[in-house]
Nanobody, 127 residues
Framework: QVQLVESGGGSVQAGGSLRLSCAAS????????MGWFRQAPGKEREGVAA????????AYADSVKGRFAISRDNAKNTLYLQMNSLKPEDTAMYYC????????????????????WGQGTQVTVSS
């Protein structure tokens, strides 16, 4: 079955960096669009970044543009999120998600387009 397992979360001070990873298994990873989402307590889930099947196209939420970078290694079935210049408002549970049925790249980061989700990894940024 499809499995997505996130890792790399932790606690950092504002201005610091973290690199999240998401290991995918149980399906043909290179045929899926991938995304990162986050949810803070009491807030709605927010799309953070998305990447096309071979990594040629990416999309970011305005709140993370210029600070976060999404990438993928199809040989390792792994998705990454490099997070730099972290701010306290980046504190949230971060989830990776797979869109295995998408027919074309839309450039949007809509949770409704994603079929499978990981369990999440916590990121806490202190001021």
């Amino acid at each position: 079955q499809v499995q997505l397992v996130e890792s790399g979360g932790g606690s950092v001070q504002a201005g610091g960096s973290l690199r999240l990873s998401c290991a995918a298994s149980g399906y043909t990873y290179s045929r899926s669009y991938m995304g990162w989402f986050r949810q803070a307590p009491g807030k709605e889930r927010e799309g953070v970044a998305a990447i096309s099947k071979v990594g040629a196209s990416t999309a970011y939420a305005d709140s993370v543009k210029g600070r976060f970078a999404i990438s993928r290694d199809n040989a390792k079935n792994t998705l990454y999120l490099q997070m730099n210049s972290l701010k306290p408002e980046d504190t949230a549970m971060y989830y990776c998600a797979a869109d295995v049925n998408g027919a074309r790249w839309t450039g949007t980061i809509a949770a409704s387009e994603y079929d499978y989700w990981g369990q999440g990894t916590q990121v806490t940024v202190s001021s």
